[in-house]
């Protein structure tokens, strides 16, 4: 009977002589001699080399094993390339019985289509999350000092009697209420919302160019930006230049009427 | 004299350190692999561990393009919506302790929160403050990710959820405003409501609904208070999760352009 390594030796020859990739080559080799290490204890195993072994994403996740179970494979389990291969040679048999656990499902094309572009990469820890820490710190600075120094309003109790003049909408709603001078409510109130939700919503169906980069995308950039700053200037109006009966007012003649 | 008698408290100290690490507790707590049960070196294994070992840190995958940590291309906002959620998520359950959601009680309510309760002002400026920056940030994350062409396949999926999770937004934001029970909150709320009303044939239906009835009254300040603390919340943590789990299902962040 050929010892493990032939049997690897063996089955990469086969894999290359048919052509296969080289990482599907290998990985099958290595299947293979984890079958012969194992003897034939148990032929009905699930092929092992459908196991995940540089399955894109997923290898992550998928080998991030629980080595609570198999005390042994915490060794020989780093990050995302431990394959299963490589943990049941490391298992040197201390525990007899092997309880299978599914790790992840990934297709045979899934496997062989490894044509990722090398990409550079970077440790989550520390780059990314050091930067992820001083942001938040810095926001939560930011507000607890505002907090201090700025108090929310708490005008009167409510009264239903008496209507504040103006009354406004809280200022995110702002520019829809400044669309009601020129519009029939209806359609400010309704149609023109329901038309934004529905126009972000299927932005992506629209804008089929499948292109990110801004010169190839200028139409998409200025129509975008065209709305953006309408509702801007909309709510600015709103906010700043509506004065009592929501008529129209400079903010340094007749002052601000606008609570957040 | 304590040294010339080979007292070596550092020693000691290691021993007993390592024979906490040894203990049973220690090691049933800490899993193998896990940074606590051996301590941090820097090694790309510990640094893979880190973020494989935390429930809250693997949100993110072991590693990032490199562009996508650049803060010029995301300016954390997305990140920092999620930090306001928790935010506002804390501060607002701080002030649940002291409201009450009915019209006798709640105008009192407010005034005992802003005067004798410990950081009562403070805690609930947070609150409003924070919910007026969450819309901001929202807003401008919205802007970036379509600057970015980050809602191109194969994410256009995740930015349907992402619009969702802006209406969510603006109604959390929207029912938080009618709490307070003062004229500023009752006002704002009657005038975003009167919009609704014009919807085409169910308007006064929608607007019955939303109020509990043909005007704002006390069913409406409950109703709301329940859709602020609790319902919409409940849905917003689904969609946030959807989004978060899509964006690595589509391959990370984004980019670059």
């Known amino acids: 009977m050929p010892t493990p390594d032939e049997v690897f030796e063996q089955v990469l020859a086969e894999e290359q002589a048919k052509g296969s990739s080289p990482v599907v080559a290998t990985s099958r080799a290595k299947a293979a001699r984890v079958r012969a290490e194992r003897g034939s204890k148990d032929p009905n195993k699930p092929d092992p080399s459908t196991a995940p072994r540089k399955a894109p994403a997923a290898a992550a996740t998928a080998t991030e094993e629980k080595p609570a179970a198999k005390p042994a494979a915490a060794k020989a389990a780093p990050v995302a390339k431990a394959a299963p291969a490589r943990k049941a040679a490391g298992g040197n048999g201390a525990v007899p019985e092997r309880v ?48 201090a120094v700025v108090d929310a309003p708490l005008r009167q109790l409510a009264n239903f009697n008496q209507t504040p003049n103006p009354s406004k909408a809280p200022w995110y709603f702002l520019g829809l209420q400044e669309l009601l001078r020129y519009f029939h409510p209806q359609v400010a109130g309704v149609t023109i919302p329901t038309v934004i939700i529905i126009g972000l919503f299927a932005a992506p169906y629209i804008d089929r160019n499948p292109s990110t980069r801004p010169d190839d995308r200028k139409l998409a950039i200025v129509i975008f930006s065209f709305f953006m700053l309408t509702f801007a200037v909309l709510t600015i109006i709103g906010m700043f230049f509506r004065g009592p009966g929501f008529n129209f007012t400079f903010p340094w003649n007749d002052g601000i009427f606008f609570e957040l | 004299m ?36 051996r301590g941090y070196a820097d090694s790309p294994r510990n ?78 400026n947070l609150h409003r403050w924070g919910a ?126």
């Not at chain 2, 959620?85 to 359950?93: M, W």
């Not at chain 2, 701080?94 to 009562?120: H, I």
């Open chain 2, 47 to 124: 640094r893979a561990y880190v973020v494989m070992n935390s429930l809250l840190y693997h949100l993110h995958p072991v590693k990032v393009k490199r562009h996508g940590i650049k803060l010029s291309y995301t300016l954390c906002l997305g990140g920092l919506s999620f930090f306001l959620f928790i935010l506002l998520t804390i501060t607002g359950i701080y002030l649940m302790f002291f409201y009450r959601p009915d019209v006798g009680a709640v105008y009192s309510d407010m005034q005992n929160l802003q005067t004798q309760v410990s950081f009562g002002l403070l805690v609930r």
């Open chain 2, 2 to 37: 304590a040294k010339s008698a080979g007292w070596k408290p550092k020693e000691k100290l290691a021993e007993r350190v390592d024979e906490l690490h040894q203990s049973q507790l220690w090691r049933s707590i800490f899993r193998p692999g896990s940074i606590f049960r």
């Open chain 2, 132 to 257: 007026h920056l969450m819309v901001i940030t929202v807003f401008l994350h919205m802007a970036r990710v379509f600057y970015t062409g980050a809602y191109k396949p194969p994410r256009e999926f995740n930015w349907i959820v992402g619009v969702i999770l802006l209406l969510l937004t603006l109604l959390l934001a929207f029912t938080g405003y009618l709490l307070p029970w003062d004229q500023l909150a009752v006002w704002a709320v009657t005038v975003g409501t009167e919009m609704m009303k014009n919807s085409p044939v169910v308007g006064d239906q929608v607007q019955f609904a939303l109020l509990g009835g043909p005007v704002i009254g006390p069913e409406t300040l409950l109703r709301w208070y329940t859709l602020h603390v609790l319902f919409l919340p409940f849905i917003i943590v689904i969609f946030i999760s959807i989004h978060f789990w899509r964006v690595r299902k589509d391959g990370g962040i984004s980019g670059p352009m």
């Open chain 1, 100 to 147: 299978q656990r599914l790790l992840a499902v990934v297709k045979p094309e899934a496997i062989q289509k490894v044509e990722r572009q090398p990409m550079d990469r970077v440790n989550v820890w520390p780059h990314l999350m050091a930067a992820e820490f001083v942001a938040l710190l810095i926001v939560l600075i930011l507000i607890t000092v505002f907090s």
